[in-house]
């Protein structure tokens, strides 16, 4: 017997290629194919973009987005333009991909990663505020990840009451 096996390299393979096809395996390997830095937040709400069109049952779902963050692992600072990246997908595939990153965030509380917990906590209420007021201005979204546990809960119990970006800005200020 004789077998002949092709090899592929995924680092050798663009992501970009991959942004259509309607497979989960494509989704979850585009997270270790050949990504610029500038480009790790994109890719990363682009896998999961592409995971919530599958339509794929909860547990194959959560297994696949689970490879996708950890192989796809973002600093802080990409973890904000993430944030940004998923403000900008379509409104119902956003909702989606929400739910998967606030289920990661909830399995991080559930470890006890106190600075999983708040990290979680600061991108769920970015999202939130994104959702409710549209992208928010750079500076907007660092004085909300500066604000102490105390004000973090503060501006949660307020989030009804706000309806523009500039709202929320007069609040900043007002601490």
Same mark, same amino acid.
């Given at each position: ?78 973890? !904000?333009?993430? =944030?940004?990246?998923? #403000?900008?997908?379509? /409104?119902?595939?956003?909702? %989606? +991909? ?28 970015? !999202?939130?505020? =994104?959702?409710?007021? #549209?992208?928010?201005? /750079?500076?907007?979204?660092? %004085? +909300? ?31």
């Amino acid at each position: 017997m004789n077998f002949s096996y092709r090899v592929i390299q995924l680092n050798q393979l663009y992501w970009r290629d991959f942004l259509s096809q309607p497979n989960p395996v494509a989704s979850a390997l585009m997270a270790k194919m050949q990504i610029a830095p500038e480009d790790r937040p994109r890719v990363k709400a682009e896998c999961l973009r592409l995971l919530v069109t599958l339509r794929l049952d909860p547990a194959r779902m959560q297994l696949i987005s689970g490879f996708i963050d950890t192989y796809l692992n973002l600093s802080a600072e990409e973890e !904000r333009a993430f =944030t940004l990246e998923v #403000g900008q997908i379509e /409104p119902a595939a956003q909702e %989606q +991909v929400m739910e998967i990153v606030t289920s990661w965030m909830e399995r991080g509380i559930e470890q006890g990663l106190e600075q999983g917990r708040r990290e979680g906590e600061l991108s769920l209420l970015l !999202r939130l505020l =994104t959702r409710m007021l #549209g992208t928010l201005p /750079p500076e907007v979204e660092v %004085q +909300v990840r500066g604000l102490a546990e105390a004000q973090i809960e503060q501006l949660t119990d307020r989030l009804p009451s706000l309806t523009t970006v500039d709202e929320l800005r007069s609040w900043l200020n007002e601490l």
